[in-house]
């Protein structure tokens, strides 16, 4: 579909003959690096070609009119510029207008009201960051139309603050960061305390990255999210009896082999070598990407996926069948659950001209044991959130 079409529905859903800026902001995957943020160590997120658009004019006086492609049938939904609170009946248009009041609080100049068309294409439910590419879309349709000038890693912040503060949902800085700064052909090694990153350049040649969803909704995600994370900080309060460590990051695989004896039970004792294992494959996937070493990178999404399956026991038997039927399949490199786990998506890295023998064969496995269909979607690495011409509207 091309996108332009939506301006003649942007003209009808406001009844203006003014034609829209265009803006984008994608959704994101993690490549690898999965439950090492809050243990100290690095994650390796990219931005995919899948996202959200904006179309957008800015009004005479202090009228927000929202509009979302993805609920046909609902009404506009309208605020003002005066009244940027919280408001349950907004729903989806909490996240743009958390943006706006949250920009406005840190001194940006934003004086008038606007008229937003929304359309996504990222699919529901799917783990994607939906959340943080609505809430970057918006922060960069408000820098350019209104002239500002804002650090993108300030903007990233501003997004997070929206999400835990506005939305009321804990999460890390890694979805806005992906969103906000991703670079086309390239993934993002970020430590997420320090906010240090790196460009890493991703040849995929002959492949292309795989994505499977599930369709399994992440039901435990929240709750043993948090249990894991209890359990992480006492693996590091017992081992910071006998190492000075400020986290699990700080250390190496060879130290932890030496010291896990003094760890209390064999619980602890799994999560700590999941986080600790877990952040040096990712420093070692950098490594092979860097060297264009896809089956070594391949090779390490797999060893990511068993350690949180064994280790770290957050895949469960949907995402362990359409992971280990990935496995199977010749012409995939590597597969491995993305995101907080029990349900939702995993990510395999496929040769291009196998991919529809190769969706075919994990949809009947994955149906047969599982009872229900999987989906499957085929991404590129794409850019950040920016603003775009309308000859390279595509979808």
């Known amino acids: 579909m091309d996108v332009k079409k939506l301006i003649p529905l942007f003209h009808k859903i406001f009844s203006i003959s003014d034609n829209p800026r265009f803006f984008f902001a994608p959704g994101r995957i993690n490549l690898i690096g999965e439950h090492t943020d809050y243990n100290g160590g690095y994650v390796f997120p990219c931005a995919i070609t899948f996202g959200t658009y904006a179309l957008a004019r800015k009004r005479e006086d202090r009228t927000i009119r929202m509009y979302s492609e993805n609920f046909p049938g609902e009404e506009v939904i309208t605020f003002s510029l005066d009244d940027l609170e919280y408001n349950n009946e907004h729903r989806w248009a909490n996240y743009p207008k958390g943006m706006i009041r949250f920009l406005k609080n840190a001194g940006y100049s934003i004086e008038f009201g606007m008229d937003v068309f929304f359309y996504g294409n990222i699919p529901n439910g799917a783990g ?8 970057m879309v918006t922060g960069v349709m408000l820098e350019k139309l209104f002239g500002l ?7 990233v912040k501003i997004g997070q603050r929206v999400e835990n503060e506005f939305i009321g949902v804990n999460s890390g800085i890694m979805d806005q960061f992906a969103v906000g700064m991703g670079k086309r ?41 948090n249990e894991r994370r209890n359990e992480c900080e006492r693996a590091l309060k017992e081992l ?32 700590a070598r999941h ?121």
Not at 300 to 316: A, F, I, K, P, Q
Request: net charge negative; glycine share 6%; proline share 0%.
């Open 128 to 135: 994607l960051s939906s959340s943080a590419s609505i809430e």
């Open 149 to 155: 000038s804002i650090d993108r890693v300030e903007l």
């Open 185 to 225: 052909d390239h993934g993002i090694l970020l430590d997420c305390d320090t906010l240090v990153y790196e460009y890493v350049p991703i040849t995929l040649e002959n492949y292309e990255i795989l994505i499977m969803n599930t369709n399994k909704r992440r039901e435990l995600a929240d709750s043993k999210y």
């Open 240 to 271: 910071q009896k006998y190492v000075e460590i400020q986290s699990l990051g700080e250390l190496k695989n060879e130290e932890f082999e030496k010291l896990q004896i003094y760890l209390s039970d064999d619980k602890i004792r799994k999560r």
């Open 275 to 395: 986080a600790i294992s877990e952040n040096e494959r990712t420093i070692r996937a950098k490594e092979a990407l860097n060297n264009n070493d896809l089956k070594s990178f391949g090779q390490l999404m797999n060893e990511s996926h068993r350690s949180l399956r064994d280790d770290y026991e957050v895949t469960g038997k949907e995402l362990d069948t359409i992971v280990e039927a990935a496995w199977q399949q010749e012409g995939v490199l590597g597969a491995r659950m993305t995101g907080a786990g029990f349900g939702g998506c995993a990510i395999a890295l496929v040769e291009k001209s196998k991919i529809e023998k190769i969706i075919e064969n994990i949809g009947k496995i994955y149906r047969k044991k599982i009872g229900y269909d999987a989906t499957f979607y085929s991404v590129a690495i794409g850019d950040g959130a920016k603003e775009i011409v309308e000859d390279d509207i595509k979808c």
